[in-house]
């Protein structure tokens, strides 16, 4: 079964992603599990394939896959679904010159870049980070946009249903690959600690999801990148998986022979340099 559009050309978000699918050359949606980025890159992949665009994909739950699967990969095994530290910091070494290097090499205005960026407990965080590189430039451009997409609690608890009913039935491959309800929880709590250490809970903190905490915390991660807000406030009616996304013209992996390179170097990083940066993720 397609995919459908489901945002409506007159609503906020149908706006955004209406004006992003013209004027962007990288979009990236930001923001921890459980809050609706797949369906969102799905209903953006559609209006920019809908306006001739080719769309390119960089998404953490695949590219974690080529180097949890490698065979350099076995000191670092993924437990209770929780990805290693050492794979989440080869990972991060990659993506900016990944994203660089199909900048160059797809130079045609037709061509555009979506890609999911968790950076909650230090996935893809380096995306996000100011350094004195090429691919700052690119990143930090105004044809370069983050989406963090922020459901009221309504919608939040529709998601942790569907995400409950794909982890027992999924209808799509890549589903399989989702973060579990159990780790939706806890990535959670690693959004309160951030925003703790930020001084963005107030003066009584709690475990429940609040959107304008979580809001606040991806706009102070995200200070150094253009970004938008999308407040989600209606459950769509999905009938397809989110991960059906169309023709899609490619998607940014690493090589075997890059995995093996970077995992290599994380070898001899120290244990707890990894596990720092894992804690200290939140610090951009």
């Known amino acids: 079964m397609r995919a459908t559009l489901l945002l409506g050309s007159d609503s906020a978000i149908g706006r955004e992603f209406a004006r992003a699918a013209v004027e962007c050359r990288c979009v990236f949606f930001a923001g921890s599990p459980g809050v609706g980025k797949s369906l969102m890159i799905q209903q953006l992949a559609l209006i920019a394939q809908q306006r001739g665009r080719a769309v390119h994909l960089v998404r953490w739950d695949v590219v974690r896959r080529v180097f949890e699967t490698h065979p350099a990969a076995t000191r670092y095994p993924e437990v ?29 205005s037709a061509d555009l870049l979506i890609g999911e960026t968790p950076l909650v407990g230090n996935r ?45 039935r999924p209808r799509h491959e890549q589903e399989r690959a989702n973060a579990t309800p159990r780790m939706l929880n806890e990535l959670w709590q690693e959004v309160q600690r951030a925003s703790e250490g930020h001084g963005l809970l107030g003066a009584r903190p709690g475990m429940d999801y609040r959107p304008q905490t979580y809001a606040a915390l991806y706009r102070r991660l995200l200070h150094a990148r253009r970004h938008t807000v999308l407040g989600i406030d209606e459950l769509l009616p999905v009938e397809v998986s989110a991960q059906e996304l169309g023709v899609v013209a490619g998607e ?29 993720w939140f610090w951009v």
Do not use: M
């Open 80 to 108: 209770d679904g929780r990805t290693h530290s050492a794979i989440r910091w080869a990972a991060g070494l990659w993506v900016r010159d990944a994203v660089l290097r199909w900048h160059l090499s797809h130079p045609e």
């Open 124 to 168: 893809f965080v380096e995306l996000v980070q100011p350094r004195e590189d090429r691919a700052e430039d690119l990143l930090r451009a105004e044809a370069t946009e983050f989406f963090v997409p922020v459901p009221s609690v309504i919608v939040r608890r529709g998601i942790q249903r569907s995400r409950e009913e794909e982890t027992r």
């Open 252 to 280: 940014l992996t690493p090589s075997q022979e890059q995995a093996r390179q970077l995992l290599s170097e994380v070898d001899l990083c120290e244990p707890e340099e990894l596990e720092r940066a894992v804690l200290n």
